[in-house]
């Protein structure tokens, strides 16, 4: 192999999952064992105490069931949920039923999926909602396997990045890649000559975006950058750990010096080691744009587990789990959850009194995907986004 990763048809066959399941297949089936079982996914704990998490990754779940003789049902894909309900149920974010034989296997790959794209769509979503209205940009691919380049991508866009710097994952998203210039093209040609040519050569359908923390300040060289460009969008400053001390009152400054001599629409990105808990203060002080990187494509997994929770029509569940399978409520208002065996009539929130709505949905039927036929990470983007006010922090 050149490059080490499975492709989507060893994804398909099961090539990527644990040994012990087909082993277990090959018993069931030489002892002829039929059991109708429903298997549940949840997450007992999110990861760095998270008031929330994303659901994401079913699209291709649903690929890879396809074709089974299986049953699911799941939350929409970018619902943000809660992983413990008011009462203390985890909340369930998908279900698989059939004969338990028959998918056993696509257990260990059904999770990465989810674990890792909800981290993904998770960990965007946390910075989003901290910048608010300013642009965030996944810029993070870097770090991760060149292969996954677009599912990292695609993640961080429906978690609410609003712009991705991969080219293959830009194209998935049906979306240019969005970025600025690297430390390189100043290195290789000096800066003023760098920034000359980017503005000269470079289609004025992309932005004039300076980066300007190469070899001197910020502040003199933003001032600078004004100069030398025709019509400058905004400054990247992306200054280095050594350098930073405060980089939020660095942040001020250039946006002070700009300001006071006319270039208030030249906007400030910062880039970084940026992650939700760095974001306010550097747009308090007046970043317009953030690129972010590692945290959110190194996100921590989200850590589903999948447990057999009704084995022919009958609650059964192991030591620790809830058995049955149960309903999922959302309050419309509250954005808490509940979890019932019954079905849950009164449609009132016992928190708030808001509505609370039904949460999961069939999305296969007997390995027909009845929904997520065609990927849509736009329309996804927009439901995670409109949920989020639901989830802004009250603190
Ligand atoms: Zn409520």
Not at 128 to 137: P, T, W, Y
Request: overall charge neutral; aromatic content about 10%; charged content about 25%.
């Amino acid at each position: 192999m050149k490059f080490y990763y499975a492709n989507e048809k060893e994804i398909k066959e099961g090539k990527t999952t644990d040994i012990y399941f087909v082993r277990t297949e090959e018993i069931l089936r030489k002892r002829n064992v039929k059991t109708h079982v429903v298997a549940e996914f949840t997450v007992q704990s999110l990861p760095d105490s998270y008031d929330f998490a994303v659901f994401s990754g079913l699209y291709e779940v649903l690929n890879l069931l396809e074709g089974l003789p299986v049953n699911v049902y799941a939350l929409k894909e970018g619902t943000i949920f809660k992983n413990i309900s008011y009462n203390g149920i985890p909340v369930p974010v998908m279900y698989i039923e059939g004969i338990y034989a028959d998918f056993a296997r696509y257990e260990t790959p059904a999770l990465g999926l989810i674990c890792q794209a909800s981290g993904i769509a998770t960990k965007a979503a946390r910075i989003k909602r901290e910048a608010g209205d300013s642009i965030v940009l996944s810029f993070g691919i870097r770090r991760m396997h060149p292969a996954l380049a677009p599912f990292i991508d695609r993640n961080a866009y429906i978690g609410g990045c609003d712009g991705v710097s991969s080219i293959k994952g830009a194209e998935v998203l049906n979306l240019p890649p969005k970025g600025t210039m690297p430390h390189a093209l100043m290195l290789t040609m000096g800066e003023e000559n760098a920034w000359k040519s980017y503005d000269e050569i470079l289609d004025e359908s992309i932005p004039r975006i300076a980066l300007v923390d190469t070899f001197c300040d910020e502040k003199f060289s933003s001032l600078k950058a004004t100069e030398v460009f025709k019509k400058l969008d905004a400054v990247r400053l992306d200054t280095p750990g050594s350098r930073r001390g405060n980089f939020a009152r660095i942040v001020r400054e250039v946006r002070w010096e700009l300001d006071i001599r006319g270039f208030n629409n030249v906007g400030i990105i910062v880039s970084g080691g940026l992650d939700e808990y760095s974001i306010k203060p550097l747009k308090e002080a007046g970043a317009t744009g953030f690129g972010v990187g590692t945290s959110i494509s190194n996100a921590p997994t989200i850590d589903y587990a999948m447990d057999i929770v009704e084995v022919n029509g009958k609650p059964v569940a192991k030591r620790g789990k809830f058995s049955g399978k149960k309903n999922v409520y959302r309050c419309s208002e509250c954005g808490e959850y509940m979890v019932t065996y019954e079905t849950y009539h009164n449609n009132r929130c016992p928190v708030c009194g808001g509505r609370t709505e039904p949460m999961i949905v069939e999305v296969m039927k007997n390995g027909e995907k009845l929904h997520y036929k065609e990927d849509n990470p736009q329309k996804i983007r927009e439901y995670v986004l409109s949920q989020l006010k639901l989830y802004i922090k009250r603190d």
